[in-house]
């Protein structure tokens, strides 16, 4: 399937139109056209993408972003992670409309790009487990940076992701119940707290 | 609906701005007998489909972040009622060099009550007597037992909560019952009795029992996205649909005001409008005028209108329209509290807002500033939103299973403070024309000048001590909580973002340091009225809008007389 997504990428490139197709597929040659609408059928059958077409990321990319959201907040015996909560999705979206997180988001994920392949030859998806895990606890904590000033833009970056991460996760249905909240409904009476130690 | 120009029509009073003055007018001026065409510079509001009430945030595909995420940890994001704006697209405002300010405006029937926090404070007695008490500002030309009345008839129209408590300065109203502390209160409120600050229910326009055809609260903790049931106060859901019942009132929607003229006879004879929905200038004719557009669009609209009797600007012999601009004081703090992890999953809603807070506890007592500050809070299991979790990954880091584990132990453990206090009005904070910038519609805009006292730097500082004081009392740790909007780096609040701008064409017996008489008239012009909250002379630590409703409700009564006796 990578190789597809390699493939409508090529498809694009070659037509001088970058990664992301949208409207402008009105202007290109018709059986590129129909070449490029079918990679994105293609692509929505798959099931790893959940069926959702990026509308910022290259494929790729996203495929990291979504590795990454859920690292950050994964699944476990409590509840599902930030991808089934839909944080990649929503993380794609704003980040579509506004230059500062395509900056901030899309400089960090090359950011983590260029630096898995000097540390390890390698892009991050396709680096081993202990090295993935080596390069997120890098740029999982600020002091890190005070050690080692060539993290500032992986600390930068993942610090930002970590928030929008928990957004998607914090107000998707799973994580609103992952939390206990109860409430945003009708009632007629407000009992008030219940009795807690301490409280 | 709308009036083609010319009209044949006369009203007998044309109101500017739909908002909580605005509409007090249109009830009282309808159901007087007078007929009445309002101006609004928005859109109509239909609540059934502009409100999104109880929607959840995984039901929208920004979860509330707006656009670009552009409303993650502004005031204005995807669930509030809507048409209020930190910036309106073609409407700009200017801040002179060395000065901040920011104009939180409305642009929707109902203007700002759709969105305001429903606290309903009376002011005090020794409010409208500031420079007797102290010497700085000025008195207002009016006493509280003046306006006691007025408070009264909208207390018990709109409905207000709270609870008699005989505090200084703080009085007491016309009360609906309060509702039942949440644990963030009552955790609170055990504090503040040990440090002997008042702590008591809160005093929110919102209903508590059945009241004048609308059914109570349903405690969904939602007042800002507007309510379906009209269960809480807003202009738009119910002073407008009561002077719409009378049959003698017309609402102009996306009516952007240009100007007032002004007739031969020295009187306001009509007002020259933009209808946005074609451009063209349109012309409405009235006996009498009130505006209340909001203090600062209020002064705006009196600046613009100049005429070779009024070269500065309509009512503004004295020259003090746009002067004597306050906000209230504001700072914030927020503290994490380890005991309520242990609070049960539970309903915490409540209402849209605080069931507790903190009148000003040291009338009479030596401070180190002058007049006070209330405190509001809030916090708990509220429903999460974009930016609730910012706090707690910016102080845990990490990632994974304890990360997430860390959020969900750490989720409703968080309670943040504000005060809000007075600020005393000074020569370096005003609004004027700017000389060189007009809106899209041609008309000038305002340019702020701000400073803050040090009488509010030092009331600032009171209050991040008051609420130290009280969060390590409840057993709580200061943590700090981002503010983009309002924090400046000494802890007190960009002017104007508290959104209680204020006095810029006030009340007064001196026409020669006032714009309006003590009925909120002009000193200069007989049949023009000001009802928003520009005739303020103090901008005490109480929130106006209920202040704004009483003196509007008075100064709509007068109208109502004079236009009896045939005065206008």
Redesign the interface.
């Given at each position: 399937m990578s190789a597809n997504f390699v493939s409508r990428r090529n498809v694009l490139k070659s037509l001088g139109m970058g990664v992301v197709a949208g409207s402008v597929l009105q202007v290109i040659p018709l059986e590129a056209a129909e070449y490029a609408h079918h990679m994105i059928e293609v692509e929505r059958a798959d099931p790893r993408s959940g069926g959702y077409t990026p509308k910022f990321f290259s494929p790729q990319q996203y495929k990291t972003l979504q590795m990454l959201c859920e690292?950050?907040?994964?699944e476990?015996a409590d509840s599902g992670g930030a991808i089934e909560a839909?944080a990649p999705e929503?993380i794609d979206?704003?980040t579509s409309?506004?230059p500062d997180?395509q900056l901030k988001l899309g400089g960090g994920l090359t950011w983590l790009h260029s630096t898995c392949l000097i540390r390890y030859g390698k892009e991050y998806l396709e680096c081993a487990p202990q090295h993935q895990k080596a390069i997120?606890d890098d740029i999982?904590?600020?002091k890190n940076e005070l050690l080692d000033p060539t993290l500032s833009p992986g600390v930068a970056f993942?610090?930002f992701l970590?928030?929008?991460t928990?957004?998607?996760?914090?107000?998707?249905?799973i994580?609103?119940e992952?939390?206990?909240?109860?409430?945003?409904?009708?009632?007629?009476?407000?009992?008030?707290?219940?009795p807690?130690?301490?409280? | 609906m709308s009036q083609l120009f010319p009209t044949p029509n006369i009203y007998d009073v044309c109101i500017i701005g739909s908002g909580a003055g605005g509409g007090t007018a249109a009830k009282v001026l309808t159901q007087g007998g007078l007929s009445v065409a309002m101006l609004e510079a928005g859109p109509p509001l239909n609540p059934g489909t502009d409100f999104k009430e109880?929607v959840?945030?995984?039901e929208l595909?920004?979860?509330?972040?707006d656009?670009?995420?552009?409303a993650?940890s502004e005031l204005n994001n995807e669930f509030m009622a809507p048409n209020g704006f930190w910036d309106i697209e073609g409407e700009p405002y200017t801040t002179a060099p060395g000065s901040t300010f920011r104009w939180f405006r409305s642009r929707i029937e109902g203007g700002r009550t759709n969105h305001w926090g429903r606290i309903a404070l009376r002011f005090g007695p020794a409010d409208f007597k500031a420079r007797s008490r102290d010497g700085m500002g000025d008195d207002w030309p009016i006493t509280y037992e003046e306006i006691a009345p007025y408070y009264d008839k909208v207390e018990s129209y709109i409905g207000v909560f709270g609870s008699k408590e005989n505090v200084p300065n703080s009085p007491d109203g016309i009360f609906l019952p309060p509702?039942?502390?949440?644990?963030t209160?009552?955790?609170v409120k055990k504090a503040c009795d040990t440090l002997n600050i008042t702590c008591i229910p809160s005093r929110m326009a919102i209903l508590t029992k059945a009241l004048n055809g609308r059914p109570p609260c349903?405690?969904?903790?939602?007042c800002g996205r507007g309510c379906m049931t009209a269960s809480n106060f807003s202009s738009s859901q119910v002073m407008l649909p009561v002077a719409q019942d009378t049959g003698r009132f017309t609402l102009i929607a996306n009516a952007m005001a240009r100007e007032i003229l002004l007739g031969k006879d020295g009187k306001a004879e009509a007002v020259l409008y933009i209808d946005k929905a074609t451009g063209s200038e349109k012309r409405i004719r009235a006996k009498a005028f009130v505006v209340a557009a909001s203090a600062c669009e209020t002064a705006r609209l009196l600046l613009n209108s100049r005429s070779s009797v009024f070269p500065d600007g309509l009512a503004n012999g004295s020259g003090t329209v746009g002067r004597y601009l306050t906000d209230s004081v504001g700072s914030d703090l927020a503290g994490y509290f380890p005991?309520?992890e242990?609070?049960?999953?539970?309903?915490?809603?409540?209402?849209g807002g605080m069931h507790m807070y903190m009148p000003w506890w040291r009338t009479g007592r030596k401070n180190d500033f002058l007049r006070g500050y209330h405190i509001e809070f809030g916090g708990g299991?509220?429903?999460?939103?974009?930016?609730?979790?910012?706090g707690?990954?910016?102080r845990e880091?990490?990632?994974?299973?304890s990360?997430?584990q860390k959020?969900?132990k750490s989720?409703g453990t968080v309670i943040g403070f504000s005060g809000r206090g007075e600020m005393i009005p000074n020569e370096k904070s005003y609004c004027e024309l700017d000389p060189s910038v007009t809106d899209k519609w041609g008309i000038p805009v305002l340019r702020f000048h701000w400073q803050w006292g040090d009488n509010e730097i030092h009331m600032a500082k009171h209050m991040q001590e008051t609420f130290r004081s009280i969060v390590e009392t409840a057993?709580g740790t200061v943590i700090s909580r981002p503010k983009p909007h309002a924090s400046l780096s000494n802890g007190i609040s960009v002017g104007g973002a508290i959104i209680h701008e204020l006095g810029t064409a006030r009340m007064g017996n001196d026409p020669k340091t006032s714009v309006l008489n003590r009925n909120c008239q002009a000193h200069d012009v007989k049949n023009l009225f000001v009802a928003d909250a520009a005739p303020f002379v103090t901008n005490p630590d109480k929130n106006p809008t209920l202040s704004i409703m009483a003196l509007s409700w008075r100064t709509s009564e007068f109208l109502l007389e004079q236009a009896k006796k045939g005065e206008l």
């Open positions: 690292a950050i907040l994964p476990d839909g929503f979206l704003l409309e506004n997180y997120l999982a904590y600020r993942f610090t970590r928030n929008l928990a957004d998607g996760f914090f107000t998707s249905k994580g609103i992952y939390l206990g909240y109860i409430g945003n409904t009708f009632v007629s009476d407000f009992p008030g707290c219940p807690v130690p301490d409280v | 109880h959840w945030p995984y595909p920004h979860r509330g972040a656009v670009g995420g552009k993650r509702p039942r502390p949440r644990c209160e009552t955790l349903h405690y969904c903790a939602q005991q309520l242990k609070v049960p999953a539970h309903n915490h809603d409540g209402v299991r509220n429903l999460p939103s974009v930016g609730s979790f910012d707690v990954c910016q880091e990490g990632y994974g299973a990360l997430k959020c969900r989720y057993g």
